[in-house]
């Protein structure tokens, strides 16, 4: 049987405020054919000073950066070019899946098109049906409105056996809302993560909107505890969630 591999760009470096960065260790994973358990790719593991790199670029694009002050339209504009490379992507992802984790890859293949692109681009269409700002009588008569504004930076823990999946359910209604993000990605399957992260460098998102890392629980607790993160999305163990 011909030795299958993962093919990323930049497997040795993490994804910090629009650039590949060297981490500062020469700490790594490898990720493994969940059928041979031949190393199919080697991806940067992330440190606690790598952490905090990517904490400071997401909070710098949030509280400086355009991206919280474009409009909804004008995001979508984003979401919609990232789905478009998702579909152009689409048996890579499948394959990816497959590899890492052992779903079937005639099962992965028309999953990935529903659940990837088509949340990118469901979030996108929102940016015209729904009410980000609405008015409102108010109890003196006055005229008062009803605003949603993002809610700052966001930390997204991805579990490893739907990754892209979940990864992209996380990430597309933030995106809209206008938060900026870290995503960690799971030691066992980050190779989903580094595609989107190329994706996000190829369509020219404003740096430091998302940052992808990859770390070991004691680093991913740092991005949970951290003050400079406003919101945690998780998906994992019911241990790790009482935690």
């Not at 960690?184 to 030691?187: A, E, G, L, N, R």
């Given at each position: 049987?011909?030795?299958?591999?993962?093919?990323?760009?930049?497997?040795d470096?993490?994804?910090?405020?629009?650039?590949?960065?060297?981490?500062?260790?020469?700490?790594?994973?490898?990720?493994?054919?969940?059928?041979?358990?031949?190393?199919?790719?080697?991806?940067?593991?992330?440190?606690?000073?790598d952490?905090?790199?990517?904490?400071?670029?997401?909070?710098?694009?949030?509280d400086?950066?355009?991206?919280?002050?474009?409009?909804p339209?004008?995001?979508?504009?984003?979401?919609?070019?990232?789905?478009?490379?998702?579909?152009?992507?689409?048996?890579?992802?499948?394959r990816?899946?497959?590899?890492?984790?052992?779903?079937?890859?005639?099962?992965?293949?028309?999953?990935?098109?529903?659940?990837?692109?088509?949340?990118?681009?469901?979030y996108?269409?929102?940016?015209?049906?729904?009410?980000?700002?609405?008015?409102?009588?108010?109890v003196?008569g006055?005229?008062?409105?009803?605003v949603?504004?993002?809610?700052?930076?966001?930390?997204?823990?991805?579990?490893?056996?739907?990754?892209?999946g979940?990864?992209?359910?996380?990430?597309?209604?933030?995106?809209?809302?206008?938060?900026?993000?870290?995503i960690?990605?799971?030691?066992e399957?980050?190779?989903s993560?580094?595609?989107?992260a190329?994706?996000?460098?190829?369509?020219?998102?404003?740096?430091?909107?998302?940052?992808?890392?990859?770390?070991?629980?004691?680093?991913?607790?740092?991005?949970?505890?951290?003050?400079?993160?406003?919101?945690?999305?998780?998906?994992?163990?019911?241990?790790?969630?009482?935690?």
């Open positions: 049987m011909t030795k299958r591999t993962i093919s990323l760009k930049h497997p470096r993490l994804f910090i405020g629009g650039q590949w960065v060297v981490p500062a260790t020469s700490e790594t994973f490898d990720v493994l054919d969940c059928s041979t358990e031949e190393v199919v790719a080697t991806v940067a593991k992330a440190s606690s000073e952490m905090q790199r990517a904490i400071n670029a997401a909070r710098e694009a949030f400086e950066g355009p991206w919280p002050r474009l409009s339209q004008e995001r979508a504009v984003y979401l919609e070019k990232i789905a478009e490379r998702l579909e152009a992507l689409n048996d890579e992802f499948a990816i899946w497959s590899i890492e984790t052992g779903i079937v890859y005639k099962v992965a293949q028309p999953r990935i098109g529903l659940f990837i692109s088509g949340a990118f681009r469901q996108a269409a929102m940016a015209s049906s729904f009410a980000f700002s609405e008015a409102h009588q108010s003196t006055n005229p008062a409105y009803r949603y504004e993002p809610v700052g930076v966001v930390g997204q823990i991805i579990p490893w056996n739907g990754p892209a979940l990864m992209a359910y996380k990430t597309a209604p933030a995106l809209l809302a206008g938060c900026t993000m870290v960690k990605s799971p030691p399957a980050p190779c993560a580094y595609l989107l190329q994706i996000c460098e190829e369509i020219g998102l404003p740096p430091g909107v998302i940052n992808v890392v990859t770390a070991d629980r004691d680093v991913s607790e740092e991005l949970v505890r951290h003050p400079g993160v406003d919101k945690i999305t998780f998906t994992g163990s019911t241990g790790a969630g009482r935690r």
